[in-house]
Every structure is written in C-alpha cells, then in structure tokens.
C-alpha cells in the first residue's frame, strides 16, 4: 500500500486542516509580511519605529502561521459545505 493510499485511507479523502495551512502558509507568509511592513510605514508617518525589512519578514513569518490556519479552517468548512450539498 502507498503513502498516498494509506492517507486517503486514513482521513477518508479529506485534507486535515493542518496540511491545508501548510500549503497556505507560504502565501499568508508573504501576506503577512507585506502588512506588517506597510504598517511599520504608516506608523512611521506616526513618529512610530523604523522596521528594517529583516524583521519584518520575521514577523511575517510568525504572524503567517495563525493567519494560515485560519485561512485553512475557512477553506475545510467550505469544503465541507461544498460535499455536504452533492
């Protein structure tokens, strides 16, 4: 039996929530970043710190993670939804 197989066997077809964000989380990493570093601008506008763009990839990854998992929550539901109406 395949890796493959074994899985689909497993979770009856269905991704978990856990791989769902871990695919998403790439994207919401770079989307995260991006915001934290447009806010970092307008709080500069503010008087608010500078943020080097090295912490703001960090921050982007960290913020990613939560946002990723969300994301993928909201994703399963509406996977959910879509063959509960078939």
Known sequence: MR???HSRRLHGG????WRLALVF???A????TVNVHFLAL???????????PWTALALGAATGV????AF???????MDRAD???
């Open 14 to 17: 269905r991704w978990p929530v």
């Open 84 to 86: 509960a109406s078939d």
């Open 42 to 52: 307008l709080g500069r506008a503010v008087g608010g710190p500078i943020l080097t």
């Open 25 to 27: 989380w790439p994207l």
């Open 72 to 78: 993928a929550l909201w994703i399963r539901r509406l």
């Open 29 to 32: 990493f770079g989307a995260m």
């Open 66 to 69: 939560p946002a990723a998992f």
């Open 3 to 5: 890796a493959r197989d």
